[in-house]
């Protein structure tokens, strides 16, 4: 059926508000697969942590003597990854395509580097420096493709027994910091220093969509639904719109990171929630008219070429960040913006439209918001919603720079976090001039106030301040905070 013509009859198709099917009529919980059975900590080390591949790696190093490229595709050749934390579970599809990819990618980049290896168990940490040396200061990678990329490297070293090969936290960057490679470019920035949004570039994602649905009418589905539910690419493609189509919501079972399920509710307002339904049942009509498998995926196609397929589209029509200055993700920062709005009645700080002391007097409000948010995109951790909101105080780039590297200071250094909770710190926020992004002294000490767990005498800031000192030397005082009341001029540094 031809997709422009399809779009008028998609229109006519959505007649009626829908409603979708119960979901046991109780609030949504995020639930484990049932299929998946609860194992062992052992039990998963035996399917799937260190050493468990060191067998498929001698037999791949002895069927190809001399030739990494072979034994390279020999041991990936039904190779089953499994996932190192958490249940038993193999890592999704997409995962274990670029786990492969990268390391038969990276044995031709150590050649090019002059550093060829004649079999897979000879990678060691100074291969991968000089490749992340590369990749960060020739090819200019940002931190989240390095750091993948590195994690992928790190747990191949693992499955073959070679534990510790690549070594973690501060001792990995304080070795490609003697390589050049400064720690700014590998830590991933966790909150946003400007809007992210098509909106913000100037396009409308609903007028792209309209643009695209006379000869392109899967992808502008596949934007609104998106735009409209905060999917990501691989969500909405994997999406079954009729089986997620439940009373509340979207809930989605497929696709998601992790895997875990969640539960997209509807917008309040009654003109957007007549949106996201009317979408919804144009992508319930294109489904069982194009795809008897039950997604929204193209037809034949796996996941991976399904996503290539998808963004070959956008480039082949412009839809890109060299051509309008937008990426596919801006479509989720869109809808965490206007359920951001919805929750409180104002934009986002990120967005810069509001006064920094609405946000600081509401706070509770605006804490609330970004839990919301931060479940709907399917995070479940507040903390995460800065990276699509911005930080509630109305800073400059600067400033958010420098308290974005005091907090890395403290997640990133090996045992604060730790060491902080076993003494019986409970929360800690960066205050005094630390806390507003000021260009602290040569010699000034960092200030932390910190509040207690229930029960716990104030002597332990002894304690406290005995472990920043010994982690930490000379950087770090420790205030207590005082009347139990959130400091109205601290970020918060968040231990566990």
Same mark, same amino acid.
């Given at each position: 059926?031809?997709?422009?013509?399809?779009?008028?009859?998609?229109?006519?198709? !959505?007649?009626?508000?829908?409603?979708?099917? &119960?979901?046991?009529?109780?609030?949504?919980?995020?639930?484990?697969?049932? +299929?998946?059975?609860?194992?062992?900590?052992?039990? +998963?080390?035996?399917?799937?942590?260190?050493?468990?591949?060191?067998?498929?790696?001698?037999?791949?190093?002895?069927?190809?003597?001399?030739?990494?490229?072979?034994?390279?595709?020999?041991?990936?050749?039904?190779?089953?990854?499994?996932?190192?934390?958490?249940?038993?579970?193999?890592?999704?599809? /997409?995962?274990?395509? *670029?786990?492969?990819?990268?390391?038969?990618?990276?044995?031709?980049?150590?050649?090019?580097?002059?550093?060829?290896?004649? *079999?897979?168990?000879?990678?060691?940490?100074?291969?991968?420096?000089?490749?992340?040396?590369?990749?960060?200061?020739?090819?200019?990678?940002?931190?989240?493709?390095?750091?993948?990329?590195?994690?992928?490297?790190?747990?191949?070293?693992?499955?073959?027994?070679?534990?510790?090969?690549?070594?973690?936290?501060?001792?990995?960057? $304080?070795?490609?910091?003697?390589?050049?490679?400064?720690?700014?470019?590998?830590?991933?920035?966790?909150?946003?220093?400007?809007?992210?949004?098509?909106?913000? #570039?100037?396009?409308?994602?609903?007028?792209?969509?309209?643009?695209?649905?006379?000869?392109?009418?899967?992808?502008?589905? =596949?934007?609104?639904?998106? @735009? @409209?539910?905060? =999917?990501?690419? &691989?969500? #909405? /493609?994997?999406?079954?719109?009729?089986?997620?189509?439940?009373?509340?919501?979207?809930?989605? +079972?497929?696709? !998601?990171?992790?895997?875990?399920?969640? /539960?997209?509710? @509807?917008?309040?307002?009654?003109?957007?929630?007549?949106?996201?339904?009317?979408?919804?049942?144009?992508?319930?009509?294109?489904?069982?008219?194009?795809?008897? *498998?039950?997604?929204?995926?193209?037809?034949?196609?796996?996941?991976?070429?399904?996503?290539?397929?998808?963004?070959?589209?956008?480039?082949?029509?412009?839809? +890109?960040?060299? %051509?309008?200055?937008?990426?596919?993700?801006?479509? *989720?920062?869109?809808?965490?913006?206007? =359920?951001?709005?919805?929750?409180?009645?104002?934009?986002?700080?990120?967005?810069?439209?509001?006064?920094?002391?609405?946000?600081?007097?509401?706070?509770?409000?605006?804490?609330?918001?970004?839990?919301?948010?931060?479940?709907?995109?399917?995070?479940?951790?507040?903390?995460?919603?800065?990276?699509?909101?911005?930080?509630?105080?109305?800073?400059?780039?600067?400033?958010?720079?420098?308290?974005?590297?005091?907090?890395?200071?403290?997640?990133?250094?090996?045992?604060? #976090?730790?060491? /902080?909770?076993?003494?019986?710190?409970?929360?800690?926020?960066?205050?005094?001039?630390?806390?507003?992004?000021?260009?602290?002294?040569?010699?000034?000490?960092? $200030?932390?106030?910190?509040?207690?767990?229930?029960?716990?005498?104030? &002597?332990?800031?002894?304690?406290?301040?005995?472990?920043?000192?010994?982690?930490?030397?000379?950087?770090?005082?420790?205030?207590?905070?005082?009347?139990?009341?959130?400091?109205? %001029?601290?970020?918060?540094?968040?231990?566990?």
């Amino acid at each position: 059926m031809d997709e422009g013509k399809h779009l008028g009859m998609g229109d006519a198709s !959505t007649g009626g508000t829908g409603g979708g099917r &119960s979901y046991n009529g109780a609030p949504f919980r995020p639930k484990k697969k049932a +299929t998946i059975p609860r194992k062992s900590r052992a039990q +998963t080390l035996k399917r799937g942590g260190p050493g468990s591949a060191k067998p498929r790696s001698d037999h791949a190093i002895a069927l190809y003597a001399n030739d990494p490229h072979k034994q390279m595709a020999n041991f990936l050749d039904g190779l089953d990854p499994q996932a190192f934390i958490g249940r038993v579970r193999s890592v999704s599809h /997409l995962t274990e395509t *670029r786990f492969g990819q990268t390391l038969k990618r990276m044995i031709g980049e150590l050649s090019e580097l002059n550093m060829p290896i004649q *079999r897979i168990d000879q990678v060691s940490r100074r291969h991968v420096a000089a490749l992340v040396v590369r990749w960060v200061n020739e090819e200019k990678q940002v931190a989240a493709t390095v750091n993948n990329k590195v994690s992928f490297i790190r747990k191949f070293c693992e499955l073959i027994g070679k534990v510790g090969a690549i070594p973690k936290g501060e001792e990995w960057y $304080q070795l490609l910091e003697s390589k050049g490679v400064p720690r700014s470019a590998l830590v991933r920035q966790q909150v946003a220093y400007g809007s992210k949004t098509w909106s913000a #570039a100037g396009i409308e994602p609903i007028g792209i969509a309209a643009l695209l649905a006379e000869d392109h009418y899967h992808e502008s589905l =596949l934007i609104e639904l998106m @735009y @409209y539910f905060g =999917l990501r690419v &691989s969500e #909405a /493609l994997s999406l079954n719109p009729t089986r997620a189509d439940v009373v509340g919501g979207l809930l989605l +079972t497929s696709g !998601t990171k992790g895997g875990k399920d969640r /539960l997209v509710p @509807y917008m309040e307002g009654a003109e957007m929630k007549a949106k996201q339904r009317e979408v919804l049942n144009r992508a319930i009509d294109w489904m069982n008219k194009n795809n008897r *498998r039950g997604d929204m995926g193209y037809p034949g196609l796996s996941m991976e070429k399904s996503r290539q397929k998808y963004y070959n589209t956008l480039y082949a029509v412009g839809v +890109t960040k060299a %051509d309008l200055g937008i990426v596919s993700h801006g479509l *989720r920062h869109e809808y965490a913006a206007n =359920l951001f709005e919805q929750l409180t009645g104002h934009r986002p700080p990120v967005e810069g439209q509001e006064p920094s002391d609405w946000f600081k007097k509401n706070r509770e409000l605006v804490d609330h918001a970004y839990l919301m948010v931060s479940e709907a995109l399917g995070h479940w951790r507040k903390s995460i919603s800065a990276a699509y909101l911005g930080s509630i105080a109305g800073m400059s780039k600067t400033q958010k720079v420098r308290i974005e590297k005091l907090i890395e200071m403290f997640q990133n250094t090996p045992g604060v #976090a730790e060491g /902080l909770l076993a003494v019986g710190i409970e929360r800690a926020w960066l205050t005094g001039r630390g806390g507003q992004g000021v260009q602290l002294a040569p010699n000034e000490r960092v $200030q932390l106030t910190v509040s207690l767990k229930e029960g716990v005498l104030w &002597s332990v800031l002894n304690d406290a301040h005995a472990v920043l000192e010994k982690l930490l030397p000379g950087r770090v005082m420790v205030a207590p905070l005082l009347g139990g009341v959130q400091p109205d %001029d601290g970020v918060e540094v968040f231990l566990d």
